[in-house]
């Protein structure tokens, strides 16, 4: 049975305003003999104070709203791993919200999360612009920062972000240098401001070594590893005479390695690959993928560092983030470079 304040103003017969006072450290008016009595009544009934209560009295609810696109991609629990750390130590909760790539998901979340009244927004969108539902947060004094993704028209651009261009323009450099003039490139969704910013590089590197743009050579599609399949099956088999493939995330790379495996294509003897991301997919992939890593346990304290920033009301030194990434070469890659 839970204990309330009733409970406690009954053993020690003061009143539930004083004992309120207590609880939320307005102790003004309130004698020490009391204040003792009331906190050995606390520990002796074991009473635990309704925060989410407590917080709405005073303004906060010490509540965070995170807002993914796709809880199941490796990218996002390891980001959130490290946002929830950051949260704990200061003593707030989250609340995860996933859309599952649904515009119309990411608008009921984000309702929900305004009507809960969290205290701030960590929101990784689907949606290429700032929406109505979005600028509802600035209405009710919701402070937002971007992660991963970014959104134009935001009013106070706000994020922690990859240098996505450079981290492709770095990978594909190396195939480049290691001989290679057929490089696919698979993507993800043409709409997500991560991919348009690797393709910028992969097309800078291209560039930068005289070699002629393909379109062909580029294949767009949904962050999965049934894309990445059929996007490799595509080039593969289609004369491309690709030796080189980058993919965009960890699950287009495990299907690009599945598809080259059908196909009997060696890896890295006949075709070389660097895939972009690190999570457990990569690491037990055989063999063991070559590819960008992203900071993913930086970007989770960064963003989470950044909202406080502005929970305090403090204005930011920097209110964009652009973390480096490294390449890490390993088995499906010939030591290019």
């Not at 996933?98 to 515009?103: A, F, Q, Y």
């Not at 910013?197 to 590893?225: H, K, V």
């Amino acid at each position: 049975m839970r204990v309330t304040l009733e409970d406690i103003a009954r053993l020690t017969n003061v009143s539930k305003a004083t004992v309120s006072r207590v609880i939320n450290g307005n102790e003004k008016g309130v004698g020490e003999e009391t204040r003792k009595r009331i906190l050995e009544a606390m520990e002796r009934l074991d009473y635990r104070p309704n925060l989410l209560a407590r917080g709405i009295a005073s303004g906060k609810t010490r509540t965070i709203g995170i807002v993914v696109p796709d809880i199941t991609s490796p990218f996002f629990p390891e980001v959130i791993r490290a946002t929830g750390d950051y949260l704990h130590s200061e003593d707030y909760i989250a609340l995860i919200c996933n859309t599952n790539l649904s515009p119309k998901m990411e608008e009921a979340c984000l309702a929900s999360l305004i009507a809960k009244r969290v205290d701030g927004v960590i929101l990784t969108s689907l949606f290429e612009e700032w929406q109505e539902i979005h600028e509802r947060l600035n209405k009710y004094g919701i402070p937002c920062v971007l992660l991963d993704r970014k959104m134009k028209r935001m009013p106070v651009e706000t994020g922690v972000f990859v240098d996505n261009e450079f981290s492709m323009f770095m990978a594909t450099e190396m195939l480049i240098r290691g001989g290679h003039r057929r490089i696919g490139f698979i993507a993800g969704p043409q709409h997500a401001s991560t991919t348009r910013e690797r393709a910028q590089g992969y097309r800078a590197a291209l560039e930068a070594y005289q070699i002629p743009y393909d379109d062909s050579l580029t294949y767009y599609g949904e962050f999965s590893i049934q894309c990445g399949y059929n996007a490799a099956m595509a080039l593969m088999q289609d004369n491309q005479g690709c030796t080189a493939l980058l993919a965009g995330n960890d699950t287009l790379a495990i299907g690009v390695l599945r598809a080259l495996k059908t196909l009997r294509i060696r890896i890295p003897q006949d075709v070389e690959m660097i895939g972009f991301d690190r999570s457990q997919l990569t690491d037990v992939a055989e063999p063991p993928l070559s590819l960008i890593e992203q900071p993913t346990a930086d970007l989770g304290e960064q963003v989470a560092s950044l909202l406080f920033t502005l929970l305090r009301g403090e204005e930011p030194r920097e209110r964009i983030l652009r973390l480096e990434s490294r390449i890490l070469l390993r088995g499906t890659t010939r030591n290019v470079g």
